[in-house]
C-alpha cells in the first residue's frame, strides 16, 4: 500500500513564508511525477506545481513567481517552498504521485491571515 504523508501547513501571516513536505512510503517509493495540489472551501483543486524525471517543472499561474517545488534523489519526497504568502493562498494543500495511477495523500492545511 503507498501513502503520502504531507507535513508544514500552518498558519502565517501574509507576506510570511512556509515550507510544506511529502514523504511518500509503500511498495512503490519513486513516482515518474509528483506534484503539489490545493483546495480552498467552495472551490474546485487547483494545480500550484508538478515535477518530473530530469527535474522540468510546472507552475500554476497563481504561483508562479512566489512557490518553488523540489524532490529529493530518490523521488520519493516531494516539497513546496512558499513565499509571500497572500491570505488568497489559503487552502488544503495536496501532494500527488503518478505512476501509472495517481496517489492522494490526505491534505494538510495551510492559513495565510491579513
Known amino acids: 500500500q503507498v501513502q503520502l504523508v504531507e507535513s508544514g501547513g500552518g498558519l502565517v501571516q501574509a507576506g510570511g513564508s512556509l515550507r510544506l513536505s511529502c514523504v511518500a512510503s509503500?511498495?512503490?517509493?519513486?513516482?515518474?511525477?509528483m506534484g503539489w495540489y490545493r483546495q480552498a472551501p467552495g472551490k474546485e483543486r487547483e494545480l500550484i506545481a508538478t515535477i518530473a524525471g530530469g527535474g522540468v517543472t510546472n507552475y500554476g499561474d497563481s504561483v508562479k513567481g512566489r512557490f518553488t517545488i523540489s524532490r529529493d534523489k530518490t523521488f520519493s519526497r516531494v516539497y513546496l517552498q512558499m513565499n509571500s504568502l497572500k491570505p488568497d493562498d489559503t487552502a488544503v494543500y495536496y501532494c500527488?504521485?503518478?505512476?501509472?495511477?495517481?496517489?492522494w495523500g490526505q491534505g494538510t492545511q495551510v492559513t495565510v491571515s491579513s
Open positions: 509503500g511498495r512503490i517509493l519513486s513516482f515518474t511525477v
Open positions: 500527488k504521485g503518478t505512476l501509472g495511477k495517481d496517489y
